[in-house]
């Protein structure tokens, strides 16, 4: 078991997008249900192996069983004690930024802070009707309703009118955010500059999948996020704060991954019965392979991108038994992962900022280790008289942030 | 800036040689010498979408376009004109002519000039130009010259139309293409990531918040 605590400088994880696929190999499709567990375990071993984040994606239509990250991730959260719960991707354009505010504040509390989450448009064209949108203002969608989200959290209060929601007047998100901090933000695109410029305007991490394009697009985007980040005046270029999807399969020996993986490859949603496999691993960072050429191939991520701060790798998808995501996990958080680690730390310039931590941001927001508390005015049902719905924030009592904090996440 | 033009031809005959190539590299040279009559010099780039079948499919099914894919249709988008060919099969476009377009960004023709070219077998497939071809290049908003250049397999040999030869026509077309050239400044760089092209020159991301951040 890797030790995951010394460099704090970058986090590593999986990422998932809970289709629900047949595998190629024996024409077999699991339930729900034995998705949904298979799922938990592989959250649960993620931890096990030394690796720090998990992220699910949120989907609204068969084959994928996701609809509700939220729940998924607060059960995950009490079954760890380290890993920090994102998503991959929160549909800001769909959902209520209300409930966003309101449900990941709640899974910062159960979670002790290890809550953070990766916000993006969708690519499912009739959720936007199933719920009321229109597809074609996704973009000025994603934009006003994180203008709201960012305000729910840092303003107790909030008097509220845009374009897309029922105004709201005199609202407090609950609960707040814990230690007073909001939930790290991603933003995630594959191609859109606007979403760029979202995620360097407002100081936010800014994430490239990484996986269906080639790199160059993702340099473009990123290129263009470091810029504009030190265009608001967060810091230089190089602290910009970037996250990174990838795509991994592996064996002692590479010609056993090549065969084992070509099944799964040549039948997956999206990229099946497209360009070849070898073709896509010299296109997109899809690396299939021993560890040593994982390794490689990763190490060199940042020669495309800068020093970045999380690496998410796709290892659970189209169709692969759980039994093959366990092992490919064990490979990742044994062989690895570790070695990254050392790869990524070496050289790695001081003015780059360590991965995005809720105690990190508790540090950097009051500058000790001593959230705030709320508490509201002793039975009131409304928030509309005197200053503000809470009585003097305070330094919450104890050693500030819960378990994430002591355990050093 | 200088007044060198570029002009993108695309082809979308599939056998080779092909008939379509054959007039699109007619309406290029007969472009490119009209152009030269105004003084603009012009070089030309053809691509025989044949060449890039595979990628075009690939494409289709992964969302991104190949490296040698990608060169072409940059260079394809950022031309100051097209000239657009493909055969008639089942009373329009080919479906490879037709795949290309949908890998395009859809509005990366926006105002483009176009001349459009085809060709088929008899000449009762001509107006497959102004009822399939010309709409889908509106829809676009590109901009095609009024003239289209259909050639039958008849107008190159003996029984030609002998009143409106296919030399005649190809001239028509160039040279209203030409001048839809010379009437417009060079195409200028569109870089997506420039911010002044998503934001607007000198804005900054309030202004897409709009009335949010009350600009």
């Known amino acids: 078991m890797s030790d995951t605590t010394t460099w704090p400088g970058m986090q590593f994880g999986i990422f998932t997008v809970s289709d629900i696929t047949e595998d190629p190999t024996t024409g077999t499709t699991p339930s729900e249900a034995e998705r949904i567990t298979a799922t938990l375990t592989i959250a649960k071993h993620a931890e096990e192996v030394g690796l720090d984040v998990f992220a699910l994606g949120e989907h609204h239509n068969p084959p994928f069983w996701s609809s509700s990250p939220p729940t998924t991730l607060a059960y995950i959260a009490a079954q760890t004690e380290r890993l920090i719960l994102s998503t991959a991707t929160t549909l800001i354009t769909t959902n209520d930024p209300v409930k966003i505010a309101e449900d990941y504040a709640m899974l910062q509390h159960v979670s002790g802070g290890r809550a953070d989450l990766m916000l993006g448009r969708g690519n499912t064209g009739p959720v936007y009707p199933w719920f009321g949108k229109d597809i074609r203002q996704g973009l000025p969608l994603a934009i006003e309703n994180y203008a709201l989200l960012h305000k729910l959290w840092r303003e107790d209060v909030v008097d509220w009118e845009g374009q897309f929601r029922t105004p709201l007047q005199g609202f407090t998100s609950t609960p707040r955010p814990l230690d007073g901090v909001p939930p790290f933000v991603w933003h995630g695109s594959i191609r859109t500059p606007e979403i760029a410029e979202q995620a360097a305007y407002y100081g936010d991490g800014f994430f490239a999948n990484n996986i269906f394009w080639p790199a160059e697009h993702y340099q473009r985007l990123i290129t263009l996020y470091r810029q504009r980040y030190a265009h608001y005046g967060h810091g230089t270029p190089e602290q910009a704060i970037v996250g990174l999807g990838g795509q991994v399969f592996m064996a002692a020996n590479s010609q056993d991954a090549v065969r084992r993986f070509r099944p799964y490859f040549d039948n997956a949603p999206v990229y099946g019965h497209g360009p070849s496999m070898e073709d896509f691993m010299e296109m997109t960072p899809l690396t299939v392979g021993s560890p040593q050429q994982v390794i490689d191939r990763y190490a060199g991520m940042r020669d495309l991108f800068g020093d970045y701060q999380r690496q998410l790798f796709l290892v659970d998808h189209a169709g692969l038994p759980l039994k093959t995501v366990l092992e490919q996990l064990d490979i990742l958080g044994g062989e690895v992962v570790p070695v990254l680690r050392k790869e990524l730390q070496r050289n790695r310039p001081a003015e780059v900022p360590d991965a995005p931590t809720h105690a990190a941001l508790v540090r950097a927001q009051f500058g000790d280790d001593r959230g705030r508390a709320f508490r509201p005015g002793a039975n009131r049902g409304d928030n509309l008289v005197g200053e503000r719905p809470y009585t003097e924030a305070t330094p919450r009592a104890g050693a500030a942030f819960g378990a994430a904090a002591t355990k050093g996440a | ?215």
Do not use: C
Request: charged share 20%; no cysteine.
């Open chain 2, 1 to 215: 800036m200088t007044d060198q033009r570029r002009i993108a031809v695309v082809a979308a005959g599939l056998s080779n040689p092909s008939s379509t190539r054959m007039l699109a590299d007619r309406l290029a040279a007969a472009t490119v010498a009209h152009l030269a009559e105004s003084g603009i010099e012009v070089t030309v780039d053809v691509f025989e979408l044949r060449d890039h079948a595979h990628d075009i499919t690939n494409n289709l099914l992964t969302g991104f376009a190949p490296p040698a894919l990608e060169t072409m249709i940059n260079a394809v988008v950022s031309a100051d004109a097209i000239i657009a060919v493909t055969p008639i099969f089942s009373t329009s476009y080919s479906g490879l002519f037709k795949s290309f377009i949908d890998v395009l960004d859809p509005d990366a023709l926006t105002g483009k000039p176009v001349l459009i070219g085809a060709n088929a077998g008899t000449a009762r497939h001509s107006l497959a130009i102004d009822y399939a071809i010309r709409p889908l290049f509106t829809y676009l908003h590109a901009e095609p010259v009024s003239t289209g250049v259909f050639a039958a397999s008849s107008d190159w040999g003996a029984s030609a139309d002998a009143v409106a030869p296919l030399g005649a026509r190809i001239d028509r077309g160039a040279r209203e293409l030409a001048e839809a050239i010379a009437r417009r400044e060079s195409a200028a760089s569109s870089d997506p990531f420039d911010p002044a092209n998503y934001l607007g020159e000198g804005k900054s991301f309030g202004h897409l918040l709009g009335g949010l951040a009350g600009e």
